[in-house]
């Protein structure tokens, strides 16, 4: 990844250079592996200069020679980015491949461009965000990639002296490094994210910077201002095979691309999150199969031995590491290492969303021990670390909205052998929670929420977050506006849910932090775009047989990973035992509390009144119980790491 910064004066270049020099160095942090005492690259004229800090990741990052002049000079280009199909594209583009060679992704990015301008993004796989400059129409045009794996903010604003800017940079603070803004939470951004609303809108976390969408371009002029689209809108076409053995032959294929592709750069070594679920072991299976004989370091996060739990659902599994190692016996180059949390609390590590993301940390609990396996693989020196966060979207899509569409859609014979089967197979719902379910898109958000509290999952705001009741109105309108269902009823459009849960995160501040903050480039195979727009177009039906989802997933792995694995139907349960270093260190909490209350912009969005008195109980309540993670993990802990941010970004002690 690298740290790419612009400043454009509207009425002459006299302030670019210092500006961009102050924002690359606030970012210095997010290119652990440059060479040392390598300048920044940079570019300028009379109204822009550009510039960037290379993060060498890449075995042709040795002929980056960026910015880029393109087009005869009329184009300059910066671009932070991992092109995943640099054959395919250098063939589009008649590259021969022995020049292929000696090309870096950027040289590729600016041919590209050259070619098809902004249309451009339509041709690239991978992970991107770049910025070019069009020194003919004056202009400035910036892009990110499908799902926004690589960041990009901007702020337009006015110099003391007059004079209107608009200045780019991958990370927040690299704009606040400029003299003339100041640093200040963005209440509003803050007031969504405690709701659980998708990220939408421009707003960063911080006042007055924004940041372009994933999967959006923009065009920026002087006259016009900034005119941004959203170009990744997919309506794949239904693929039609003839067996489910053929739709799990191209679901292969397609996992085996993607890892592929993301071991580039990773040597003959690479690490891996292994757990009990069928994503993360058939990316760790497919990285072993691939890198042979190559290594694979796989870590599993798990329960201290003699844990026990006896409110653990039937459907979750608290243990995963007797799982996660048949996965790993299977395979003599994978190394298989145990991590089991050391007693670091969630409070330990909120900090480290202001001090390397630029945001809050959305789960605490589960940032424990992503903290705790990074740190092993920076000690073990790996570079790259393989993950399989959005399988559930792609790889192991369940299916389950097909249920709904049976019911709804009158095919009550069909619906009930399928329900049979999924009710049989005793794990997920049983007859009341299914019917539920199936008519869950046709009932009022009112009902479904009545409901599912009935059935005791009170998911209501009230109840899963730390948000001031006054403010819980502003989150209802921002969803209105929205069209977001904060009611969460099953969904009948398989692909509208999945562009839903895709859209809803932008993580690209996570992936930049994780490599400040542990020199780790995380990549995650299952968000391939080709293997989510393959899931796509398979029928629903193929992901569902005798009433159990994630059928094609499990057909397709069924060589590759161990029958134990493949035939499970729990979920393991990530940080299950969460509560045992929060409540071993209570004073941390307390502190971080009281940091809370002193800061009136925190006191002014969470609801306070109630963390003092989930604060106050929290001895004498059973943290293990369902009801009270819903108070405590989910209600308490993000409210506080929401509160911890707002303290840091406000400059309060």
């Known amino acids: 990844m690298t740290a790419l910064a612009a400043f454009w004066q509207f009425d002459g270049n006299t302030e670019g250079d210092a500006a961009v020099t102050r924002m690359l160095g606030a970012q210095a942090m997010f290119t652990p592996h440059a060479r040392p005492g390598a300048p920044a690259q940079e570019w300028g004229d009379d109204r822009i200069t550009i510039g960037l800090r290379l993060n060498p990741l890449l075995p042709e990052d040795i002929h980056d020679r960026q910015p880029l002049e393109g087009a005869g000079g009329r184009f300059v280009m910066m671009a932070d980015l991992r092109l995943d199909n640099r054959e395919d594209l250098a063939q589009e583009l008649g590259i021969s491949a022995d020049r292929l060679k000696t090309m870096a992704d950027s040289d590729l990015a600016m041919a590209a461009f050259e070619r098809w301008e902004l249309d451009c993004v339509h041709h690239f796989y991978g992970d ?35 004079g209107r800017f608009f200045a780019v940079a991958s990370m927040p603070r690299g704009l606040l490094a400029l003299p003339w803004l100041s640093m200040a939470p963005d209440l509003k951004r803050l007031n969504g994210f405690l709701a659980l609303l998708p990220e939408i809108g421009t707003n960063s976390f911080f006042e007055s910077i924004e940041r372009l969408l994933p999967g959006h371009r923009a065009v920026v002029t002087a006259e016009g201002g900034m005119r941004a689209e959203c170009w990744w809108n997919p309506a794949p076409s239904p693929l039609r095979l003839a067996s489910r053995d053929d739709y799990a032959e191209a679901l292969r294929a397609e996992l085996d691309r993607a890892v592929r592709c993301r071991l580039r750069g990773a040597g003959d070594r690479v690490a891996t999150h292994l757990s009990s679920g069928l994503d993360s072991s058939s990316v760790t299976a497919t990285a072993a199969r691939l890198i042979a004989p190559g290594r694979v370091t796989a870590y599993t996060s798990t329960v201290r031995p003699g844990y026990e739990d006896p409110f653990i659902e039937r459907q979750r599994i608290a243990d995963e590491w007797p799982l996660a190692s048949a996965t790993a016996r299977l395979y003599p180059n994978v190394d298989h290492v145990r991590v089991v949390n050391d007693g670091t609390s969630p409070i330990e590590t909120l900090g480290a969303g202001f001090e390397f993301m630029d ?45 709904p569409q049976l019911l709804l859609s009158g095919r009550l014979l069909r619906w009930f052998r399928e329900a049979r089967g999924h009710v049989r197979s005793g794990v997920q719902r049983r007859w009341r929670g299914m019917i539920l379910h199936s008519i869950g898109p046709a009932l009022p958000p009112a009902l479904w929420t009545m409901l599912t509290k009935w059935r005791g999952r009170d998911m209501d705001l009230s109840a899963v977050s730390l948000l001031h009741p006054e403010r819980r109105a502003q989150a209802y309108a921002q969803a209105e506006r929205a069209g977001f269902d904060l009611s969460y009823r099953p969904s009948l459009d398989s692909v509208e849910l999945r562009m839903r849960v895709l859209r809803r995160f932008d993580g690209g501040n996570y992936h930049k932090g994780s490599l400040a903050h542990f020199g780790l480039d995380t990549r995650d195979p299952t968000s391939d775009v080709r293997l989510i727009e393959f899931a796509m177009r398979v029928p629903d039906e193929i992901f569902v047989e005798n009433g159990a989802g994630r059928a094609l997933a499990r057909r397709a792995m069924a060589d590759r990973l161990p029958r134990e694995v493949v035939t499970e139907r729990r979920r393991g349960l990530q940080a299950p035992d969460w509560h045992e270093a929060l409540t071993a260190k209570p004073e941390l909490l307390d502190e971080t509390i009281e940091g809370i209350l002193r800061s009136p912009a925190a006191c002014e969005l969470l609801d306070t009144e109630r963390l003092k008195r989930l604060r106050a109980d929290m001895e004498t309540t059973d943290l293990r119980r369902f009801k009270s993670m819903t108070s405590y993990r989910l209600a308490m802990l993000r409210g506080t790491a929401v509160g911890d941010f707002i303290r840091r970004a406000s400059g309060a002690n």
């Open 128 to 162: 991107f965000a770049f910025v070019v400059w069009d020194t003919r129409e004056r202009r400035l045009l910036m892009a990110r990639d499908h799902l926004g794996t690589r960041p990009l903010h901007y702020h337009v604003g006015t110099l003391p002296g007059g």
């Open 359 to 403: 945001r809050p940390i959305l789960n605490p609990c589960n940032h424990v021990w992503m903290h705790q396996i990074n740190t092993l693989a920076r000690q073990a020196g790996h570079r790259v670390v393989l993950s399989g966060q959005m399988g559930n979207m792609s790889l192991s899509y369940d299916g389950q909205n097909m249920f």
